[in-house]
């Protein structure tokens, strides 16, 4: 059954999109606690993260599967084969990533900006607030590096998602179903939608880099 070409675009958009704002919920807090404090193994733990940006896909997509079927730990959500198990798996791909480029940016910021907002009366949780504003462009930078990374991924939405038409079906995946079947056309379609959000992207971090 095939699909039309905006329908999959949007749903791309719409599953990496909400991926990139899970992974940043739980990796923005990570990234600052590590970046903005010292303790035993930091340089462990920020090794950690750096290594697991490398992660194949299909090793996470594997991992998600069998905790997602319905014999799985989480079977009970039912949610293999749908958005969310995308989504869900898109963000866990995503967050070492993220948390070390959020860390790198923290981590560059003068100590004395947090402790001089400490030293006025600020709570830790809003001298933390001082230092992600300083930290903004990287900010960004992760944000936008962690779209990429999961729009642009094939293994955890083939596994988890199962390439459904209408409700699972995204780029990567139909670009991988139409050549099989040989649909050129729209193969190249797709492709040239998906490296056009990756340029623009680019072209959006080297603006930023260029303006600091």
């Given at each position: 059954m095939s699909e039309g070409l905006i329908p999959i675009v949007l749903r791309s958009l719409m599953v990496?999109?909400?991926?990139?704002?899970?992974?940043?919920?739980?990796?923005?807090?990570?990234?600052v606690k590590i970046g903005t404090t010292h303790?035993?193994?930091?340089?462990?733990?920020?090794?950690?993260?750096?290594?697991m940006i490398g992660i194949p896909t299909v090793a996470l997509g594997l991992v998600l599967y069998l905790l997602l079927s319905r014999?799985?730990?989480l079977g009970f959500l039912n949610l293999l084969y749908t958005p969310s198990a995308i989504m869900l798996g898109q963000a866990l791909l995503i967050t070492p990533l993220m948390i070390s480029f959020l860390m790198h940016a923290i981590e560059e910021v003068n100590p004395l900006i947090k402790e001089t907002a400490l030293t006025l009366g600020a709570s830790e949780r809003e001298a933390n607030r001082v230092v992600l504003r300083e930290a903004k462009k990287g900010s960004v930078l992760a944000t936008v590096a962690g779209f990429n990374r999961a729009i642009s991924e094939l293994g955890?939405?083939?596994?988890?998602?199962?390439?459904?038409?209408?409700?699972t079906r995204v780029?990567?995946?139909?670009?991988?179903?139409?050549?099989?079947?040989g649909d050129i056309e729209l193969a190249i379609q797709l492709t040239i939608v998906l490296l056009s959000i990756a340029f623009t992207?680019?072209?959006?971090?080297?603006?930023?880099?260029?303006?600091e």
């Open positions: 990496s999109g909400t991926a990139t704002v899970l992974a940043a919920t739980w990796s923005l807090p990570i990234a303790f035993r193994g930091k340089k462990i733990v920020r090794d950690f993260f750096n290594a014999e799985g730990a955890i939405a083939l596994m988890v998602g199962g390439n459904l038409a209408g409700t780029m990567t995946t139909e670009i991988s179903r139409v050549v099989s079947g992207s680019t072209l959006i971090l080297n603006r930023l880099r260029g303006s």
